[in-house]
């Protein structure tokens, strides 16, 4: 088989290839094995008829369809081996002439491939990382909204209830005299002034005593999500059963005893203050790989086209109907309630898909520079990992190999931690080897899956 490449616009290029007429006899006896298990000829067992017998009874256009078939597949793939492409969508086949035995089998294929990335200086880029500290105020900070999470509300004998206070209320609100849905609750405890109601509501409720009944006449915002109840005058009949305040407890070392096994509250400071100070650093570790990747990117010239932005289009789109599932929505949803359309939702979403795109592909483009590979026992250390994850049934069909996208899913997540690495270590040599985007990276491929 002989094949040129001729590159064209927009990642695109065309393979002419020739298989000369050897070749085309192969094809020929591959695809007379493949039609002879399908046909019966009288005086011969099914799968036994001879060549020639089989020619006479249905002609040789029998055997065309699936000798171009075999010929086409083995030298486009032999063709992209060859010229080392990385084809992102079927070719494109056209022929020049009906394919014949004894003569050369000439044909074109035209595919859209990875485009080529030119790198710039990524082993020089100019990141400095935040060397974050943890004030006393912070850990005053954390503590208070410990104390706040620990808090009771207790009962009071207070008649008035007033900003600040907690209320056990029932209420039903009325639209044109009539009851509307998700309008109505028993024994509801309120926070009044924490502003979770419709504007008025809590304000409303200032000054009532215990068993007080009440008529609350407002408005919805014009802007409220429910279309049907937005900008319209209602009004919401409440009963006050209960005025109850919160109850805060008092930070001592007896606090500190019950968070763990800290003797003192200034233990517990301590332990805070690390907890704070791990956090911090897990962001800015996070922060500096990100402006490290984000330089390396912006310094490569890499020609997007539509094939690969859509592509990744529909996995975020994906990936937003499976998190809005999550919560009990759909995307059709969401969108109404955002008030735009799929395109408008998809013009949204470009930018960010074009930026992983590009992203993945200048990455990729490292770790090929760089010579970065996996092992097989760092894909299995890791597949091991992520199955704990898993229900039984998945884990058997990815231990057996059914399911080949996981393991060249978690392959390129493994090339990506390493490259990142190493990009890091340009930057900060005296950086620990690893990153915080290998924790993450875990994390996400099992959200992924």
Known sequence: MQSTLEQLENNRVLLKLEADPQEVADAFNQAYKKVVKQVSVPGFRKGKVPRFILEQQFGKEVLYQDAVEYLVSKSYYEAIVEHKLEPIENPKIDFEDEIEEGKPFKFQAE????????????????????????TDEEVEQELKMLQERHAELVATDKQALEKGDFAVIDFEGYLNEKAFPGGAAQGYTIEVGAGRFIPGFEEGLIGMAPAEERDLNLTFPEDYHQKDLAGQEVVFKVKLHEIKTKELPTLDDDFAKEQGEYETLDDFKAHLRKRLQERKDHEADHKFEDEVIKQVVAG?????????????????????????????????????????????????????????????????AVAQAEGITVSEDELKDRIGYLLQFYPPELREDILKGKNRDFVEGVRSSLEREKTVKLLVGFVAPEEEAETTADVDQKEEEVKEE
């Open 111 to 134: 595919v859209e491939v990875l485009p080529e990335v030119k790198l710039g200086a990524y082993k020089e880029v100019d990141v400095e990382k935040e060397q974050p500290v943890v």
């Open 300 to 364: 490569s010239t890499v020609n997007l086209t539509d094939t690969l932005i859509n592509r990744e289009l529909e996995h975020l789109i994906h990936r937003m109907e499976h998190d809005l599932e999550a919560r009990g929505l759909k995307l059709e949803e969401y969108l109404t309630h955002t008030e735009q359309t799929m395109e408008q939702f998809r013009d949204q979403l470009r930018p960010q898909a074009e930026e992983r795109v590009k992203t993945d592909l200048v990455l990729s």
